[in-house]
């Protein structure tokens, strides 16, 4: 997950690339070398050529870049709404139910929305439910296609029971139920980002207009300093390779890597959130078995 000053993040980028910049220094120093010592000295590609075909490359890689960047901040932003509407649930869940009544369900819905947060995040990532899930889940005999969608659909059954055993103002019941919808709200825009592919074409595009350019580019730059020249091939293909690269790990912010979304992050504030407004409460505590997930 991609966090602050997170040195994982470096290193998963470098571990992304190295393959590519290694074929680039390879080229670079043989294409160099056979430039001046074979027949290839006689080719020389004009340099507005080069030019042309790298701003090409560099508008396409530009709009590559910012909707990769679009699409891992609104994942971002997604989540960001998920941590407000649960505070905002427990809260009105504390508020809106009567004081001698509300210990129970209050509870129940504290740990059904830390024990969502966490199936959501597992769920995008495709990776297995945690221990602390799949507990939860065989202890309230929960099975469905769609884990996460199912809690929501507990949160709205609660809602209504208790709505009707207590006799709640009908405002009081539309608030509430407001919150749980903008929750499945943002729920459903994780799945669509998740499930929404880059088109494989355009990278494609990119990716082999980026290896044209790299091929030509020896061959547009002055025979004069062999060195420089080396240089100025690795330097320049290494940035439109990092750019690309960094495009491609952004693009998808849901794949359990070190620069995916914080998930697992944003599940454990929230559930801090959850257990301190519980505990402004005059409830006594779970036993340690049941309140595990807010504790």
């Keep these: 997950m991609l966090v602050k000053n997170n040195k994982d993040s470096i290193i998963y980028f470098f571990r ?89 369900e209050l509870k129940e819905f504290a740990q059904r929305q830390t024990i969502w947060c966490y199936a959501l995040s597992e769920s995008l990532r495709k990776i297995p439910f945690s221990e602390k899930v799949l507990h939860y889940l065989e202890q309230h005999k929960i099975t469905a296609n769609n884990i996460p969608a199912e809690l929501l659909n507990r949160h709205a059954d609660q809602l209504a029971l208790i709505c009707k055993t207590y006799q709640i103002n009908d405002n009081k019941q539309v608030q509430i139920d407001t919150t749980i919808a903008r929750l499945n709200d943002a729920m459903g825009k994780c799945e669509r980002i998740k499930n929404t592919v880059f088109p494989k074409s355009y990278s494609l595009l990119i990716h082999f207009l980026i290896y044209v350019l790299i091929s030509i580019l020896p061959f547009g730059l002055e025979d004069n300093f062999p060195i420089l020249e080396i240089f100025l091939t690795i330097v320049v293909a290494s940035m439109l390779i990092g750019v690309e690269k960094t495009a491609i790990i952004m693009q998808d912010p849901f794949e359990n890597s070190p620069t995916d979304v914080p998930m697992s992050a944003l599940s454990a504030l929230i559930k801090n959130n959850i257990k301190k407004i519980c505990s402004d409460t005059a409830i006594p505590p779970l036993a340690p078995d049941n309140y595990y997930y807010i504790n």
């Design 16 to 104: 992304s690339i190295w393959l590519d910049i290694t074929a680039i220094v390879i080229y670079a120093v043989l294409i160099g070398t056979l430039d001046h010592v074979t027949i290839l000295r006689q080719i020389a590609i004009p340099l507005p050529i080069t030019g042309i075909m790298g701003t090409i490359v560099a508008l396409l890689l530009a709009f590559r870049t910012a909707q990769s960047y679009e699409r891992w901040w609104e994942a971002r932003k997604v989540w960001g709404e998920i941590v407000n509407d649960s505070r905002t649930l427990l809260r009105q869940i504390k508020q809106f139910l009567p004081e001698l009544e509300y210990q129970r």
